[in-house]
């Protein structure tokens, strides 16, 4: 089992940039998907982009794919996701997660709270 820790999360003002990580210990994510998702007040927990470990292609919701970057250092065991020009409603609870396949989620971090001010 893969322990994910998220770190990196804050406040900025629209138009900003934040760059959150998240660091993996445990069994190395050697054949994983490293994911970020994002959960704002009320609303449901959405895909925001995804990393393969083994081949490094990238995965991105439509709607950020202009604006923010998922990268990898393995060195590190640490993804990292890239906000710029970060917008209010971009202001949600980010998540780190972990699993064999796309969009499938086997281990989870506890988050990091991002806020947007307008």
């Known amino acids: 089992q893969v322990q994910l820790v998220e770190s990196g999360g804050g406040l900025v003002q629209a138009g900003g940039s934040l760059r959150l990580s998240c660091a993996a210990s445990g069994r190395t994510f050697t054949s994983y998907v490293i994911h970020w998702l994002r959960q704002a007040p009320g609303k449901e927990r959405d895909f925001v982009a995804a990393?393969?470990?083994?081949?490094?292609?990238?995965y991105y919701e439509e709607s950020i794919k202009d604006r923010f970057t998922i990268s990898k250092d393995d060195a590190k065991n640490t993804v990292y996701l890239q906000m710029d020009t970060l917008k209010p409603e971009d202001t949600a609870v980010y998540y780190c997660?972990?699993?064999?396949?796309?969009?499938?989620?086997?281990?989870w971090g506890q988050g990091t709270q991002v806020t947007v001010s307008s």
């Open positions: 997660a972990a699993g064999p396949y796309l969009k499938e989620y086997k281990s």
């Open positions: 990393i393969s470990s083994t081949t490094g292609i990238t």
